[in-house]
Structures are given as C-alpha cells and as structure tokens.
C-alpha cells in the first residue's frame, strides 16, 4: 500500500540554525499539508500546498517558515533559523483531489525536530 | 472559529470490552469531514475512521465504530471487543478546509 514518507526520523540541530524537513507524498496525491506536534500537546496545522503555491496556512507559520515542491515527488518545509519552542514532532500528510472518501488525509510517520 | 473537543483526557478499559471516547466539536459549515486517528508510542499518526457530515449513516470498521450526531456536533468513537494494540492516543479532528485536531484522549487497555 502506498503511503507518505518523511527524511529524516529525527534532526538535532542549533537554535538560529536552517533545517530542511523532507516528505514524500503518495504519487498520486495532489494536496500536500504540514503539521506540527510539540511534545504533549495536539496536532496543529502549519500549512496546506496546492498546485505549486501554498493554499491556506495558519499563524504559527510565519516568515521563518517555507515549503516547496523542488521537483516531482519531494515537499519540504524549511525552517529559516530555529527557536528552541520549534522543538517538535512534524507531520507531513498529503489527500487526492477529489472530495469524498479520497478526502481522507495520510500521514507520515513524522520528524522530530530537537533544537539544542 | 472551528474547534474540537475532546473531554476525556483518559480513559481505560479492561480487554474484550467496549469503550466509547467522547468528541465534539464547533462549525457553522454543513459540509465537513470527521476523523479519528489513532498515535502509538512512535507516534505516527494512523486512520481510524472517517465520516463525512452529509452521510447520515454512522461509519464503520470493523471493531470501530462511530456516532455522529450532526446537529449535536458530537463525533464519539466507540471500539469493541478491545485488544492491547488499541493503547495509543486517539485524536478526533474536523476538516472543512485545514485539519482540526482535539487535545486527545490517552487509552489505556487493561489485561
């Protein structure tokens, strides 16, 4: 069964330094989502990508975030220069186009974030 | 502002019971999506089931089932016939545009 997969399972990395998070969606996916866990607490959304530009996003993702699509199969969300509060689980997700049961988001296995 | 609820921070059961987790939620849209996932300790996030808000039917699979009551706004996940494998966190989220996801409620199954 075909399912999303995330690179890397967990990254460690300096407060003030850029992390790039890597997800591959399921190939025939269209709509592509990051979300974040911080230890604890619920799964919030950070951002919803379609069609090559972001489609919705929510006020935890600010200008210190940015995602993109490089080529045919990677998403990735890039953090510019991390803060120790960005220390969490993120969740790639990636759903068909199509309304209806396709509807269903899948979620990667997650990567998770340490800022020393 | 669209948001769930779960009340239920943690619940029990022994297993080969059943056991309703308790979820709602705040919209004013009238077509919607409902889920519940499932996190293990390695905290991936898994489909439970799904139910979409124009369907009256309750949504099924296998040992889970749901229900919906619409004009309530309350989405409980019920499983039956428990196994140690059902201990995880269970997240009910709402999805009209970006997913909603509640606080979780921590399962803990009893042997």
């Known amino acids: 069964e075909p399912e999303v997969t995330q690179t890397p399972s967990h990254q460690v990395t300096q407060m003030g330094q850029e992390v790039i998070l890597r997800c591959v969606p399921i190939s025939n996916h269209l709509y592509f989502y990051w979300y974040r866990q911080i230890l604890g607490q619920k799964v919030e959304f950070l951002v919803s990508?379609?069609?090559?530009?972001?489609?919705?996003k929510s006020e935890i993702f600010d200008d210190q975030f940015s995602v993109e699509r490089p080529d045919g199969s990677n998403f990735t969300l890039k953090i510019r220069s991390t803060k120790l509060e960005d220390s969490a689980m993120y969740f790639c997700?990636?759903?068909?186009?199509?309304?209806?049961?396709?509807?269903?988001?899948?979620f990667g296995p997650g990567t998770r974030l340490t800022v020393l | 502002a669209q948001t769930v609820t779960q009340s239920q921070p943690e619940m029990s059961v022994q297993e080969a019971e059943t056991v309703t987790l308790s979820c709602t939620y705040d919209t004013s849209e009238s077509d919607y999506y409902l889920f519940w996932y499932k996190q293990p300790p390695s905290r991936q996030m898994i489909l439970v089931i799904r139910?979409?808000?124009?369907?009256?039917q309750n949504a099924t699979e296998n040992r889970f089932s749901v229900n919906f009551q619409k004009a309530a706004k309350s989405f409980s996940l019920k499983i039956s016939d428990s196994q140690l494998g059902d201990a995880a966190m269970y997240f009910c989220a709402y999805r009209y545009n970006d997913m909603r996801f509640g606080a979780g409620t921590r399962l803990t199954v009893k042997p």
């Open positions: 990508f379609y069609n090559n530009e972001i489609s919705e």
């Open positions: 997700a990636s759903r068909e186009l199509a309304r209806g049961v396709a509807d269903t988001q899948y």
């Open positions: 139910q979409e808000a124009y369907k009256q």
